[in-house]
């Protein structure tokens, strides 16, 4: 489960790791090394460019059923998510505990898109294993670089750059993946923006990245903006890079809505909360693993 970067610019969910040219041994001339390494950069795009392509097919039949998967999303749930399991099966695993919430029509397309998607995840996994093979040595970078939130670097919607100051500068950062035609999505971001006004005392802030906004695509930060100013949304929201760290783990996100709890570090705390915070319990809850990050800062000081 990965990249959907138009999933992402449409619904969901890429494990597509750079793919680094090395060797253990010198070359005996620079120009050697120069060429091991261009071979290197092109087999990586054009790994990456076969990703992307399979990623836009699936991502076109949520695009194309738009209804009847906007259904299925909103009925996926924390429980259910398994970021290491089967993609198609976590699609029909949800269809099949909810069929009774579907008309025959939606059944009958929910369930011969799955049927595609199930081929499609084939041949993605067995690029991401030879990218995985391939990736042993940056593998083996130290810990403090296995966040995806280190070396963090976006845009806000106005333009400005953003780096991970914008974590180390809060006890916690509250980060809330969506996409504009996402219903539950939508509906709580009045909410959001009422959680970042809550906890801004606190030294906590709410930000959002929009995953159909990747790679500075104007026209999504424009029908976001207008999305979020609608509903009275002022927030930072954020445009990163899709192949950047954080950019990739978005990509593996399943369902949305999703939100994490970055500590001051850039480390994930905690589990990630699936489902709209306008549901007083989540809301509740979220407050509670917020208030739990403060405190831990706090005594860390």
């Known amino acids: 489960m ?3 970067v138009t999933f992402i610019s449409i619904f969901t969910l890429c494990i597509v790791l750079s793919l680094t040219a090395c060797s253990t041994k010198q070359s005996s001339t620079s120009g050697s090394m120069d060429t091991q390494t261009e071979a290197g950069t092109k087999t990586s795009d054009k790994s990456n460019s076969r990703l992307d392509d399979l990623y836009q097919q ?4 949520f695009a194309d059923h ?3 998967w906007n259904k299925a999303f909103g009925m996926m749930n924390k429980g259910d998510a398994d970021p290491s399991g089967d993609y198609a099966d976590y699609l029909a695993d949800t269809v099949k505990a909810n069929k009774d919430s579907f008309t025959n ?5 929910l369930t011969n898109d799955i049927k595609k998607i199930r081929k499609i995840e084939k041949q993605i996994a067995e690029i991401e294993k030879k990218n995985t093979s391939s990736d042993n040595s940056s593998q083996k970078d130290s810990s403090k670089d296995s966040s995806p939130f280190r070396n963090f670097s976006g845009k806000d919607f106005d333009g400005n750059p953003v780096d991970e100051s914008l974590f180390s500068g809060n006890a916690v950062t509250v980060v809330n993946f969506w996409f504009t035609g996402c219903k539950p999505c939508v509906a709580e971001l009045s909410k959001l923006n009422e959680l970042n006004d809550a906890i801004k005392s606190k030294g906590g802030e709410v930000i959002g990245i929009n995953t159909e906004t990747f790679d500075e695509n104007k026209t999504a930060m424009k029908d976001a903006a207008s999305i979020l100013k609608s509903q ?3 927030y930072r929201n ?3 890079d899709s192949s950047s760290a954080a950019g990739k783990y ?3 996100i399943m369902a949305f809505p999703t939100t994490i709890l970055v500590d001051r570090n850039g480390n994930i705390v905690g589990d990630p909360m699936l489902g709209g915070i306008d549901n007083k319990d989540n809301y509740d809850t979220l407050m509670k ?3 739990s990050v403060i405190d831990a800062d706090s005594t860390n000081k």
């Open 2 to 4: 990965k990249t959907k």
């Open 58 to 61: 699936e991502n076109q039949f």
């Open 66 to 68: 738009a209804d009847a």
């Open 105 to 109: 029509d939606e059944l009958k397309t």
């Open 232 to 234: 009275g949304a002022r």
């Open 238 to 240: 954020l445009s990163i």
């Open 250 to 252: 978005a990509s593996e």
């Open 289 to 291: 693993q917020i208030q």
